[in-house]
């Protein structure tokens, strides 16, 4: 029993030594806000893709421009199909300034859109529309909340009671 011990001790060392060893595992790699709009700076979006493109298409076409870092076909979560837009990073942002004459360029027998990457920023949401739903939502009723509000209507009191008196 001390010897299979002593054997499993050692087995935990080597493992615990090839796991100090060996790079970080591959996954999703963590970016800092500068860093991801330092990205974006060297980032354009192409609009109006074909559904069909490949990314090396799409690195082929903007070859000129510039070296190709990464080429970002966005899918719909659900289906897979691809949305008709993709993203494309640069080496440098001199790249970008020559990308962007390849707007309304013909792209697959399509006229694609070249423009700038925006930068998302976490706590700013382009919905947001400046007040609370809840003050619209609907609380039964013929008329919605919103309705009520805007046309001035107020529903009858005394619904569900008797008005008349004997």
């Given at each position: 029993?001390?010897?299979?011990?002593?054997?499993?001790?050692?087995?935990q060392n080597e493992?615990?030594?090839?796991?100090n060893?060996s790079?970080?595992?591959?996954?999703?790699?963590?970016?800092?806000?500068?860093?991801?709009?330092?990205a974006?700076?060297?980032?354009?979006y192409?609009g109006?893709?074909?559904?069909?493109?490949?990314?090396?298409?799409?690195?082929?076409?903007?070859?000129?421009?510039?070296?190709?870092?990464?080429?970002?076909?966005?899918?719909?979560k659900?289906?897979?199909?691809?949305?008709?837009f993709?993203?494309?990073?640069?080496a440098d942002?001199?790249?970008?300034?020559?990308?962007?004459?390849?707007?309304?360029?013909?792209?697959?027998?399509?006229?694609?859109?070249?423009?700038?990457?925006?930068?998302?920023?976490?706590?700013?949401?382009?919905?947001?529309?400046?007040?609370?739903?809840?003050?619209?939502?609907?609380r039964?009723?013929?008329?919605?909340?919103?309705?009520?509000?805007?046309?001035?209507?107020?529903?009858?009191?005394?619904?569900?009671?008797?008005?008349?008196?004997?």
């Amino acid at each position: 029993m001390e010897e299979e011990a002593e054997k499993l001790k050692e087995l935990q060392n080597e493992v615990e030594k090839q796991m100090n060893l060996s790079p970080p595992p591959a996954g999703p790699v963590i970016m800092s806000i500068e860093e991801k709009m330092e990205a974006d700076g060297r980032s354009i979006y192409v609009g109006n893709v074909d559904y069909g493109a490949t990314a090396e298409e799409l690195e082929a076409h903007f070859h000129g421009c510039g070296s190709v870092n990464r080429v970002t076909i966005l899918c719909d979560k659900f289906t897979g199909h691809p949305k008709g837009f993709a993203y494309i990073e640069f080496a440098d942002k001199e790249s970008v300034r020559t990308a962007m004459a390849l707007d309304e360029s013909l792209f697959r027998g399509r006229q694609i859109k070249v423009g700038a990457k925006r930068t998302n920023r976490p706590g700013i949401s382009t919905t947001d529309r400046g007040f609370p739903r809840a003050r619209f939502r609907s609380r039964g009723g013929n008329f919605s909340s919103r309705a009520r509000y805007y046309s001035g209507y107020t529903p009858p009191r005394g619904r569900g009671r008797l008005l008349t008196q004997w």
